[in-house]
Every structure is written in structure tokens, then in C-alpha cells.
């Protein structure tokens, strides 16, 4: 156990989600009716209040909208690397849709593994896929 | 319009214990204490009590506190969720209750023990997460303080706030806490440069800018306006309260939709205003929900007190302070150092300002305003005298 919290992939509804980023894809919930793009995912649309949507790659290129970084007292597995950056990313196909992620040096690098005092909001950014025990999870580097 | 709420009731009885960390007394213990102070304070039976109303959060059952306390029928109980966005929504409710006929005499609280480690909610959390915080967990946003650095960070980006406008309000309600002999900060003052040098919690958030960890109990007594005139202390009529939820929000993770600085604080404010005779103007001194101290620039401007982005610089020149500032706020010390009881103790010194027995008491407070956690679904209250 990395002692990392983590995602329940087993929800019907982020299932595909989480299957995208095993693969090395961002998916994003786009409703049928509406071509409405949701995030977090959410059965229902709330412009067209209907229930089908499909799961559709995106460029994964975004931009930090925000940082926090975090000092300890974390849950240990987290005060180990800290500090370390948390951003949210503003996403290229709609400024609206926006993820929590971590820059970081590369894919498989740690939460550390860029000086959180060098991530500026406005930073470009590209996603890529970290293995974290049988989940993978979205990450950032710069671009 | 019909305004059947407006000044129809009254906060007639606040009862509190003392705040401490590691009380020996149990959650249950404290919450009937503040009740039966609170029933003291007003001279109410318990067995007049016929509502009872709190937090979702809160741990101890309508049930319980009524074998303790000694209360008659039960004929009305009520619970509002979503943590600190809670405690002025609970008084509402209970107004409401009064209001409509549902309840005669209605007591709120809230009681938390929360100092002990094991009591931290972000610390118990699962590994595998299903709530909405599995898309902000997993990469290390792990608390409270680390959701708000995210909005306290953008918010300082589009609109030039600094850590000295955050140290305002961190060193305004030291202040009134240095004046209050029962606040857990009365006797430790602080400095700007303390502030400045605080050790990091969430950047760009220190310790200074969160609240404290509080063990304690507050409790408020409502009744109709009518049989407020009867009893001994001065009313604390509630002349509005409203609820907000604005759409498209996500509690605490606000990130997701078009316009995250738009917190709820603006859907309540809405509703407040709209059936009030009074507008932030006529507000004499305000008590704003201060888990953190980016939410008071963030309320001052969602209730209007300010243009949307001065929140910030509001708060310059000792605007928040007693007795000279243009909205003296927190004046008991706020959760930042007062006490952190999801924000119930910000209700009792609304109450106190309107009864002329605040420590730091506003001259011709006539109007009291008090909020709840803004970033989260929320409430807010305006009693008058």
C-alpha cells in the first residue's frame, strides 16, 4: 500500500474515466443531446436534463488556474513529499472545465519532483498518466 | 410582498461553556450545558421546549439531549447540513418554526469536541474514495485549508490581494479575542510580524490565517416576538435569514464551474437582502464566518458590504476593527481566536452586540449581521435590536 488516497474506480459512472487513463487518455463526460461537456461527471445534464453521454479524448493541454501548496500535518504518505504543488488546470477545449492535478518532472516522477515555487498560474501545461498502485492517475508537466 | 418571517421571533437566551482542547466533558455533557444555560439566560422550562434544532454534524441526538435536559413533547426537530455553512441556517429554521406555528419555543445548538486528533474528519478519510473529493484527494488536497488555498491563490491573482490584507483580518480579530476573557486567545497577542513569519499550512495560507481547534457548546433559545417582550433580556429580533446554494457549486472543491469566486455567500446574500428594511449599510457590526481569513474579504464582497474584488482592500486602515472601523467584525475573536464551533459562537455575539454586552461592544449596534461558512452552502442571519 503507497499509503496514497485513491479513487473508487468501481462506480459505473467514472469507471471508463479511469479505464481512459490506464490507456493514457483524458476522457471527458460530453452529453449527447446537449454536446455539454461535464466535469465532475454527474448522471445528468443539467442543460438538457438527459442521461446519455459518452466518454470523448481530449488534448489533454491546459493551463494552472490555481496552486496551493501544502505543508504538513498531511497524511503521512503526503508529508513525506511535502511541500509539493497541487494545481487545478484549466482545460484547452473549454476554460470551464477545470482538473486538481500536480505538475510534476515527468510521468512517473513525485509530488516533488518540481520546486512548488516554480509553478506560476498561467503555466502551459500537458497531461500525463501516473501509476499509483492499480489506479493511474492524471498529472501535468509543462509545456 | 409577505415577509412572514421578518421580526416575527427573537433570540431571547444564548448559553455557552467554556472553550477549551481536550475537555474532559463528553460532546453530550457540553451540549446540554449551553442548553441549560441557554434556558437559564431567559428563564424558559426545559419543558416548554417543543423544537430542537442543529447541524447534520452534529453528533449528539435530538434524543439524547432531550432525556438530559429534561424537555417536555418534541413536536419539531430539524437538522442543516454542510458543516460550517450550517449554524445560521439552523436559527432561521427555527424562526421558520416559530414563525409558521410548527414550535413554541425552539433551542439551537451546536457541540464539538475537536481538538483531538482522532476527530479530524480529513484524517479518517478512506483510502478509496467515492464521495466528489476522489477528484481532489488523490493528488494531495487533502484538507479543508488546502480547497481554500486554491481559491485564496486565484482570488490574490485576479484581484491584487496580499497576505497583508489576510493578516487584517488575522490581527482585527486577535484584537477583539485580546478583549474577551473567555475567548481561547484573550491572553496572546499577535503582531504583524508574527503573522508574516507564521510556518506555512497551505501556501499561501499560515497558521495564523486558519481557525483554531475547539472543544465546546453553544446554544440559542428562540421564541415569537409576543412572548419575547415578557422575558428578561433584551430581544435579539431576527429580522431575516436565508440559505445558499448557487448553481453549479461543489462544496469546499468550488473549482468546477465558470466563476468559483462566486461562492454561496452571494446566492444567500440574495435572499437576504430581498426581504430585509435594512441593506449592508445600516449594518452596524458583523460577525463573517472566518474558518480561514480569505473567507471575510469573500463575504464582504457576496453580501455586498464591498464591490466584487475590494473585499481585500476593505479590510485596510482597521476597517474590521473595534471601535473605529467602518464594520467592526468578529468582535468575540471569530473562530480564528475566539473559538471554532462551526461558527454557533459568531450567532451568540450577534446576539450579544444587539443586547449592549459585547466585550467589545459597537455603540448603537442596532443591526447585527452574521454569516456562515462561506465556500461551502451557507446561511446568514440579520438580527435588530
Redesign the interface.
Given at each position: 500500500?503507497s499509503?496514497?488516497?485513491?479513487?473508487?474506480d468501481s462506480?459505473p459512472l467514472?469507471h471508463p474515466f479511469w479505464e481512459g487513463a490506464r490507456r493514457g487518455e483524458l476522457l471527458m463526460q460530453r452529453f449527447t443531446a446537449s454536446g455539454h461537456y461535464c466535469?465532475?461527471p454527474r448522471p445528468m445534464d443539467?442543460v438538457s436534463r438527459t442521461l446519455e453521454y459518452e466518454w470523448v479524448p481530449l488534448s489533454g493541454r491546459g493551463t494552472v488556474?490555481?496552486?496551493?501548496?501544502?505543508?504538513p500535518p498531511?497524511?503521512p504518505a503526503?508529508t513525506d513529499?511535502a511541500?509539493?504543488n497541487?494545481v487545478?488546470v484549466e482545460l484547452e477545449e473549454d476554460p470551464?472545465?477545470?482538473?486538481?492535478?500536480?505538475v510534476v518532472a515527468s510521468a512517473d516522477a513525485p509530488?516533488n519532483s518540481v520546486d512548488?515555487h516554480s509553478v506560476q498560474?498561467g503555466d502551459p501545461v500537458q497531461v500525463v498518466f501516473a501509476p499509483?498502485e492499480d489506479?493511474v492517475?492524471p498529472?501535468w508537466v509543462k509545456r | 410582498m409577505i415577509t412572514p418571517l421578518k421580526d416575527a421571533t427573537a433570540i431571547v437566551g444564548i448559553g455557552q461553556t467554556a472553550f477549551g482542547k481536550g475537555l474532559e466533558d463528553s460532546e453530550l455533557s457540553l451540549a446540554c450545558q449551553a442548553i441549560s444555560l441557554a434556558l437559564d439566560d431567559c428563564g424558559i422550562a426545559p419543558s416548554e421546549v417543543d423544537g430542537l434544532a442543529s447541524y447534520t454534524l452534529e453528533s449528539n441526538r435530538e434524543v439524547d439531549v432531550a432525556r438530559n435536559v429534561g424537555l417536555g413533547d418534541i413536536t419539531w426537530f430539524s437538522q442543516v447540513g454542510y458543516g460550517g455553512g450550517a449554524g445560521c441556517g439552523v436559527v432561521t429554521q427555527a424562526a421558520m418554526a416559530v414563525a409558521t406555528g410548527q414550535a413554541e419555543v425552539v433551542v439551537a445548538w451546536r457541540a464539538r469536541k475537536r481538538a483531538s486528533k482522532a476527530s479530524r474528519p480529513w484524517a479518517n478519510v478512506a483510502q478509496r474514495i467515492e464521495d466528489s473529493m476522489q477528484w481532489s484527494r488523490p493528488w494531495g488536497l487533502l484538507r479543508p485549508v488546502d480547497e481554500i488555498a486554491i481559491l485564496t491563490r486565484r482570488y490574490m491573482h485576479e484581484f491584487g490581494a496580499t497576505r497583508d490584507h489576510l493578516a487584517n483580518v488575522a490581527l482585527a480579530f486577535r484584537k477583539h479575542a485580546n478583549r474577551n476573557p473567555v475567548a481561547t486567545m484573550y491572553a496572546k497577542p499577535l503582531t504583524r510580524e508574527q503573522y508574516m513569519e507564521g510556518r506555512w499550512i497551505s501556501e499561501p495560507l499560515c497558521l495564523f490565517d486558519n481557525c483554531l481547534e475547539t472543544d465546546g457548546a453553544l446554544a440559542c433559545v428562540v421564541v415569537s416576538a409576543e412572548r419575547a417582550k415578557d422575558l428578561p433580556q433584551v430581544p435579539a429580533y431576527i429580522h431575516a435569514g436565508s440559505q445558499g446554494i448557487p448553481p453549479e457549486h461543489n462544496t469546499m472543491t468550488n473549482f468546477y464551474n465558470a466563476d468559483p469566486l462566486l461562492g454561496p455567500s452571494w446566492a444567500a446574500a440574495k435572499a437576504l437582502w430581498r426581504y430585509s428594511d435594512f441593506g449592508p449599510a445600516d449594518v452596524k457590526v458583523a460577525q463573517l464566518y472566518d474558518a480561514f481569513s480569505p473567507l471575510v474579504p469573500l463575504s464582504l464582497e457576496g453580501y455586498g458590504f464591498c464591490a466584487r474584488g475590494e473585499g481585500a482592500a476593505f479590510t485596510d486602515d482597521g476597517a474590521l476593527e473595534w471601535p473605529h472601523g467602518r464594520l467592526p467584525t468578529n468582535t468575540a475573536g471569530g473562530g480564528m481566536s475566539e473559538a471554532y464551533v462551526h461558527g454557533f459562537n459568531l450567532v451568540l455575539e450577534g446576539v450579544r452586540q444587539i443586547r449592549g454586552t459585547s466585550t467589545s461592544q459597537v455603540d448603537g449596534a442596532d443591526v447585527s449581521f452574521v454569516t456562515s461558512g462561506e465556500g461551502v452552502p451557507t446561511s446568514a442571519l440579520l438580527l435588530r435590536k
Open positions: 500500500m499509503g496514497f488516497l485513491l479513487p473508487d462506480d467514472t466535469w465532475p443539467p488556474w490555481s496552486i496551493a501548496i501544502p505543508h498531511l497524511l503526503y513529499l511541500p509539493y497541487v487545478v470551464h472545465l477545470r482538473m486538481v492535478g500536480n509530488l512548488p498560474i499509483v489506479m492517475l498529472r | -
